[in-house]
């Protein structure tokens, strides 16, 4: 079993979201500076490959968000979208430096610095898209703050 790292807060910030494809998303990035703009065109590229899968789910207004987090041991994308109306869909890929890669079947799906992340998404879901009007742009505007996670 390998030790668990010690917990020390992270820098997060709000980057301006993307339409890929039919989806509209939120993004968020998690490091101690600001990505380049070469890692951005990496997961870009990587969301837009997802995208097709995403389309075939469907039934959530086409929204959802990414996670850019650079980690120790490399940098992870988790690619999240809503489906079906409540059901929040996952694709996680990992980069080494070499562009990223779908990290599948391995059954990993978030860490501790990016779970609060996740979790404010689940509460602007329930607050914009389940309340009645829905408001898919409410959704989008609602980021969560950055400083830490």
């Known amino acids: 079993m390998t030790p668990a790292a010690t917990y020390r807060p992270r820098a997060v910030r709000t980057l301006d979201g993307w339409r890929v494809g039919g989806l509209r998303l939120k993004l968020y ?7 380049a703009d070469g890692l951005l065109a990496d ?11 995403a389309a075939r789910e469907g039934g959530a207004a ?4 990414a996670v ?9 994308l988790l690619m999240d ?8 869909c996952q694709r996680l890929s990992f980069s080494d430096g070499g562009g ?3 990290v599948e079947p391995r059954p990993l799906v978030a860490c501790v610095w990016e779970l609060p992340i996740l979790c404010h998404e689940r509460d602007a ?8 009007p829905a408001s898919p742009q409410g959704y989008l505007d609602d980021l ?5 996670v």
Do not use: Y
Not at 62 to 65: N, P
Not at 144 to 148: E, I, W
């Open 43 to 53: 997961a870009r590229a990587e969301t837009a490959r997802i995208e097709a899968e």
């Open 62 to 65: 086409g929204l959802g968000f």
């Open 125 to 132: 879901w329930v607050r914009h898209m389940m309340s009645d």
């Open 68 to 76: 850019i987090h650079e980690g120790e041991a490399g940098v992870w």
């Open 81 to 88: 979208w809503w489906a079906h109306g409540d059901i929040l």
């Open 29 to 35: 990035h998690i490091g101690a500076v600001p990505p």
């Open 100 to 102: 990223f890669a779908p």
């Open 144 to 148: 969560r703050p950055g400083a830490t």
